[in-house]
Structure formats: C-alpha cells, structure tokens
C-alpha cells in the first residue's frame, strides 16, 4: 500500500511542517531522519490521523486517513511508550490488538512466537509482568511486536532502535530485512540512528526545518553522506555561535 502526502501543512507557533508532495510506493522502505524539532514525529502522527493537518492530506492505499477508517486494518505503528497499555502484561497486550486486526488468541499466539529471541526476559505466552513494570527497552519491544505481528502491509516506527540493547537492535534490524526481502512492506521509520536506518530502509528523507530538504536512494555512500551533513550542521552553527558572541 503506498503512502502519498498531498501539499501537507502544520502550524505550532512559529514552526511549520510543509511537504507538497511526497510518496512512499508500495513495498517500499523509507528512513526518516532529521535534528531534534526538525518536524519527523509531527509528519508520522499526520501519517497515522493522530493530529489533523492544517491543509493538505495523506492518503494510505488511497484512502484520505482524516476521512475513513479502511486503512488502519492494514497498518501497523508504534510510536512511543504512550500507545501502550501499561496495567496489562505483554501477552494480554498483543492479545488485544490482535484482536483489533480480526485475528483470534491462537493466531496471536503464533504470530507472537518468532519473536521469542527478541523479548527473551520472560517467555512468550508466560509473562506476568504488567508493562508498566518492565524496563524501557522490553516496553520498546513490546511496542515493536504489536506493530508488526498482524503482518500488516504499512508499518510506521518512529524511534525503533532507541533504547534497545545492542543485541537486540541488530536483532530488529535483521528482522525487519528478512521480512522486506520475505513480503515487502511500505515502511516509515524515523530514527536518529544513521547506521541503522540506512540498513533498513531503501530510500532516505532527510527533514530539516519542516521541510524535505533531501531525498535519496539508498546505496553504500548514504550513511557517509548524512553524516556530513550533519557535521557541517554542527559546524555552521558554533560558527554562528562564535559570531554572536565576538
């Protein structure tokens, strides 16, 4: 399912996230990176209806996500620790949002198994902690195996590799390649992890004051790349510092 951003615009005070024309095809993996306030978790939250845009819309399969409701079936999030359900264990939370998508205890069950090596803390299908009680990273995965466990056809991530030990972050990223390569899926992720996220996705967009400044495929040179744009960032601005302050 493809995901099309259609002369996009949000206002909070004086920032503006303004996108004219973006898409995303179907089966396609797009990683998201910008500075702190750059506008990423403002787009996905547009992406996902969870804020409605100023003007603008973004479709998902063709559907306007401000207007109907066919797409959620088919799309998976997490964004952060706020979408989960925190009195509940693991296992009764992905009960539960399996059963969102239609699917019965049993084909959570299963769905639930192959993660096994990735939230090894408590057995799958055993554990008793409420999440409120398990560290930020088992919440993170927590998150994660919601997000992708219906198999849905869109997943939207943002910041999927925070907070992960460093076992567990190769793990993901191995994951989320053998399930591109096995069923490709249209994905968002954003991430401040450069290494990562060029290792999942296909195609890079970088955001920068509100807007996509730039848009690449991926290849062996990206990571390189973007690390030197954030470097002369880095510079221009204790430049900037240095004459303010002569």
């Known amino acids: ?19 004219a024309d973006f898409t995303i095809p179907a089966g396609q993996a797009l990683g998201l990176v910008g500075n702190n306030g750059a506008g990423k978790t403002t787009l996905l ?50 009960a539960f949002v399996g059963s969102t998508y239609g699917l ?7 769905a639930v198994q192959p993660y096994a090596d990735f939230f090894t803390d408590e057995p799958i299908g055993q554990t008793t902690k409420y999440i409120r009680d398990l560290s930020q990273g088992n919440r993170k995965k927590v998150g994660l195996i919601a997000a992708l466990l219906a198999e849905p056809a869109v997943v939207v991530l943002d910041e999927p590799f925070a907070s992960l030990d460093p076992r567990s972050q190769l793990w993901l990223k191995e ?42 495929r991926t290849t062996p040179d990206t990571l390189s790349e973007l690390e030197a744009y954030f470097a002369r960032t880095i510079r221009s601005q204790e430049e900037a510092s240095a004459a303010s302050g002569a």
């Open 175 to 216: 994951h989320l390649n053998e399930q591109q390569a096995a069923r490709p899926v249209t994905m968002l992720i954003s991430s401040h992890d450069l290494g990562h996220v060029t290792d999942v996705s296909d195609r890079i967009a970088l955001l920068d004051g509100g807007e996509v400044v730039r848009d690449v």
């Open 45 to 94: 939250r547009l992406v996902l209806d969870l804020i409605r845009a100023d003007e603008g819309a973004v479709q998902i399969g063709g559907h306007d996500v401000a207007q109907t409701f066919d797409w959620k079936r088919s799309t998976g999030s997490h964004l952060d620790d706020a979408f989960l359900i925190d009195f509940l264990t693991p296992d009764e939370f992905w």
């Open 1 to 19: 399912m493809q995901i099309h951003v259609d002369r996009l615009r949000k206002q909070y005070g004086d920032f503006e996230l303004a996108i």
């Open 104 to 110: 019965s205890e049993d084909a959570v069950q299963r």
